[in-house]
C-alpha cells in the first residue's frame, strides 16, 4: 500500500524558514519523482516543486530562489526547504506521487506575526 505522510509543518514568522519531509511507503522510492503542491486558503491546490526520479529540481517561479526540493532514496523522503518565508505561503502543503496520483494528508504552514 503506498502511503505518504508529511510532517514538519508549523507557525513561522515572515522572514523564516521550515522545512517540509514526507515518508514514502510501500514503492521503490528511486523510481518515481515525487512533487510538492499546497493549497491556501480559498484558493485552488498548486504545483510546488518537482524532484526527479534522478535528482533534479523544479520549481514553480512563486518559490524559485526560496524553497529547495530535495530527495532522500535511502530514507525514502522527499523534503522541501523554505526560506524567507512571506505570508502568501500559507498553505496547507502535500507531498504527492504523480504516478497513481498518490497524495499525502497534508501538513498546514502558517506565515504570520
Known amino acids: 500500500q503506498v502511503l505518504l505522510r508529511e510532517s514538519g509543518g508549523g507557525l513561522v514568522q515572515p522572514g523564516g524558514s521550515l522545512r517540509l519531509s514526507c515518508e514514502a511507503v510501500g514503492f521503490i522510492f528511486s523510481d518515481y519523482s515525487m512533487r510538492w503542491y499546497r493549497q491556501a486558503p480559498g484558493k485552488q491546490r498548486e504545483w510546488v516543486a518537482t524532484i526527479t526520479y534522478d535528482s533534479n529540481p523544479i520549481y514553480a517561479d512563486s518559490v524559485k530562489g526560496r524553497f529547495t526540493i530535495s530527495g532522500d532514496n535511502a530514507e525514502k523522503t522527499v523534503s522541501l526547504q523554505m526560506n524567507s518565508l512571506e505570508p502568501e505561503d500559507t498553505a496547507v502543503y502535500y507531498c504527492?506521487?504523480?504516478?497513481?496520483?498518490?497524495w499525502g494528508k497534508g501538513t498546514l504552514v502558517t506565515v504570520s506575526s
Open positions: 504527492n506521487r504523480p504516478v497513481g496520483e498518490f
